[in-house]
């Protein structure tokens, strides 16, 4: 209810703000024509809350899916499967080609999510709640795992949006709170990681961080938006004034 999925959304050019503007590698999303904001939406490689997978379809169809016709270029079958099975290696899903989704558990099917971002060679890659809905073991799976990726593709700059504090502090350069009560964008990394080193990577870390939170922003359900910004690559400076309507309000991301 405090607007993170809307962020998202006014990140990747989905919707657009009330007021300000929203700039992606500099160029402002409200004054591209079509082919134009076409081409910049290819930069992003999305993995959805709910997986967003075709259940009908193989693992490697549904990672195959976006590379069709994809920025009007036309991939050979061959080159088309090549870049699926390279993506499923990434996350160690090579074996599970030739399933379909709806067998998988939902910590593989949100591996799956992410190896289709992957497959699409993303500049820029949006988490939303890459671990709600999993379990303990299984959500520090996936958070490992993504964070291996930002090691090993310092080329591509990630945006994840989640309530999980154990995986913001695992995988973000930059900590970022939305604020509920006043709808804005506040910079927290120097805080969460000294709790995180104070409590450790267990549930007393997440305690401390929540009542933080809590106590700091007088909130009882907090979010955290998270950014990890590799340093080969500079896309976001995205002013999101008002972009979740409410007046006087300024976020920025650089």
């Known amino acids: 209810g405090s607007g993170k ?28 024509n079509q082919p134009e904001t076409d081409a910049l939406r290819h930069l992003f490689g999305m993995v959805f809350q709910d997986d967003a997978l075709f259940d009908t379809c193989t693992v490697e169809e549904n990672v195959a899916f976006p590379l069709e016709g994809r920025g009007g270029v036309m991939l ?53 709640e890459p671990t709600t809905g999993l379990d303990p073991a299984t959500a520090r799976d996936v958070t490992t795992l993504i964070r291996q990726l930002n090691q090993r593709h310092p080329q591509i700059t990630t945006v994840t949006i989640t309530h999980d504090y154990l995986c913001a502090a695992a995988i973000a350069d930059r900590i970022f709170y939305l604020n509920r009560s006043t709808q804005s964008l506040q910079k927290i990394t120097a805080e969460m990681l000294a709790l995180k080193r ?54 920025q991301l650089t």
């Open 198 to 251: 104070q409590y450790g990577d267990g549930e007393a870390y997440l305690k401390a961080a929540r009542n933080w939170i809590e106590t700091r922003f007088e909130t009882a359900s907090p979010a955290c938006a998270v950014e990890s910004r590799q340093s080969a690559f500079r896309p976001a400076s995205a002013i999101l004034r008002t972009a979740l309507a409410v007046p006087q309000t300024v976020g």
């Open 76 to 128: 050979s079958r061959a080159e088309i499967t090549q870049k699926a099975r390279d993506a499923l290696r990434m996350v160690k899903l090579e074996q599970y080609a030739r399933h379909r989704t709806v067998e998988l558990s939902g910590g593989t099917r949100r591996r799956v999510g992410l190896a289709r971002a992957l497959a699409v060679s993303p500049r820029i890659i949006l988490y939303d």
């Open 5 to 32: 999925s809307v962020l998202l959304k006014l990140i990747c050019g989905f919707e657009p703000p009330t007021e300000g503007r929203v700039e992606i590698a500099g160029q402002d999303w409200s004054r591209l």
